[in-house]
T-cell receptor, first 112, second 113 residues
Framework: GENVEQHPSTLSVQEGDSAVIKCTYSDSASNYFPWYKQELGKRPQLIIDIRSNVGEKKDQRIAVTLNKTAKHFSLHITETQPEDSAVYFCAAVGGGADGLTFGKGTHLIIQP | SAVISQKPSRDICQRGTSLTIQCQVD?????MFWYRQQPGQSLTLIATANQGSEATYESGFVIDKFPISRPNLTFSTLTVSNMSPEDSSIYLC??????????FGEGSWLTVV
């Protein structure tokens, strides 16, 4: 089955700086790669996703890149703000009716 | 995106008892899944809820412990049976829309005492 590795487990950045979270996956058949943000006591919220036919996708301050050859994808947050503080999870899913395989999460801390 | 309602949102349960969690979606969806998130951990897929047939369980999860029903394309239940403190977790229903986009319900926070 799929295996997703996520790094780092904790990331502390100064407000206004950029943050990058990286994930690798094992199953070359995986074709959908979402990112979720989870605030304390709340459910995971989809913030951005990318499919295997695209190399990069951007939504305001958030971007995701995908390298299919290397089987890794990354989340980039620019101009970080205090409300970006949360746990971020990457995930991967293959074709058919497969569920998501999650990385272990990154606790992002934005220092004022 | 689909609107996903879960009940109960929170519960405190006695060990040895069972609890059924309900998941209702506002539109018909092909894919429904159940996840568990243990305290401070990531999300783990328990099973895929299949409409009209037995659920497909992931390694480490069995039907006797986590029976799942899915009578139609908008509703599913997950039962956590014979609970122990190790079952204290958030249980999340999720649905897959076209193109595999997956959304989560608000979760059911279970504490077993």
């Amino acid at each position: 089955g799929e295996n997703v590795e996520q790094h780092p487990s904790t990331l502390s950045v100064q407000e206004g700086d950029s943050a990058v979270i990286k994930c690798t996956y094992s199953d070359s058949a995986s074709n959908y790669f979402p990112w979720y943000k989870q605030e304390l006591g709340k459910r995971p919220q989809l913030i951005i996703d990318i499919r295997s036919n695209v190399g990069e996708k951007k939504d305001q301050r958030i971007a995701v890149t995908l390298n299919k050859t290397a089987k890794h994808f990354s989340l980039h947050i620019t101009e970080t703000q205090p409300e970006d503080s949360a746990v971020y999870f990457c995930a991967a899913v293959g074709g058919g009716a497969d569920g998501l395989t999650f990385g272990k999460g990154t606790h992002l801390i934005i220092q004022p | 995106s689909a609107v996903i309602s879960q009940k109960p949102s929170r519960d405190i349960c006695q060990r040895g008892t069972s609890l059924t969690i309900q998941c209702q979606v506002d539109s018909q969806v092909t894919m429904m899944f159940w996840y568990r998130q243990q305290p401070g951990q990531s999300l783990t897929l328990i099973a895929t809820a299949n409409q009209g047939s037995e659920a497909t369980y992931e390694s480490g999860f069995v039907i006797d412990k986590f029976p799942i029903s899915r009578p139609n394309l908008t509703f599913s239940t997950l039962t956590v049976s014979n609970m122990s403190p190790e079952d204290s977790s958030i249980y999340l229903c999720s649905v897959g829309t076209s193109g595999n986009t997956i959304y989560f319900g608000e979760g059911s926070w279970l504490t077993v005492v």
